[in-house]
């Protein structure tokens, strides 16, 4: 559940309207809870937790019968799985790999799905916190990358990427938001006859 108040989503819809004043580019901020269910996470986890639960069975019960240590473990899958609602745990069992290919197919369906390739200069840029991860991705179209390198990001990723394990998102978002947009403003600067193509809405899903 993605806990942002009325109040935080305005400073960040007004950073977006602040930022695209000095640029003809269109900033989207978008959070998400998660970007995949991870199945294969969770069966780590309920793999262990059954393990644990044998191991248990094992060496404080004296008088059993072997068997049990299967029938334990049963349970304990089921409890394992269960386990992997909780972010904190099942971040434990995630592959860097997995998590890194997950959240950027998730922000390229977003890209697509929210219109941002479609903007008249191809100037849409994305930034994705997605939360169950910690991650941010933040992708821009062909018309920015044509003059801003890629690796401009990273610092500003790295940033929002602090904040938001410090329980500081709202902050982050502003910060990153006003940093593309100081980018965007030399290569893509504001006109008077510059339309507000994309929504400075903060995009929320769960």
Known sequence: MIHMTQSDRDRISQAVLEA????TGEIVPMIVAQS??????RWRLAIVTAFFFGFLCYFFLDDFDPVWILWVQIPGLYIGYG???FGAILRLFMLSSKIDEEVHQ??????????LHV???RTGILIMASLLERRVEIL????????VSRDTWQGIVTDMIGRIKSDDLTEGFCAA??????VLAKDFPGTHDNPDEIS????IEE
């Open 177 to 182: 938001v006003h940093e593309c947009g100081e």
């Open 200 to 203: 400075n809405k903060l995009i």
């Open 119 to 121: 903007t008249k200069d």
């Open 83 to 85: 386990l992997g609602t």
């Open 106 to 115: 998730r922000a390229l369906q977003a890209f697509f799905s929210r219109d």
């Open 140 to 147: 821009a179209d062909t018309g920015i990358n044509a003059k």
């Open 36 to 41: 995949d269910d991870y199945p294969g996470a």
């Open 20 to 23: 695209e004043k000095q640029t």
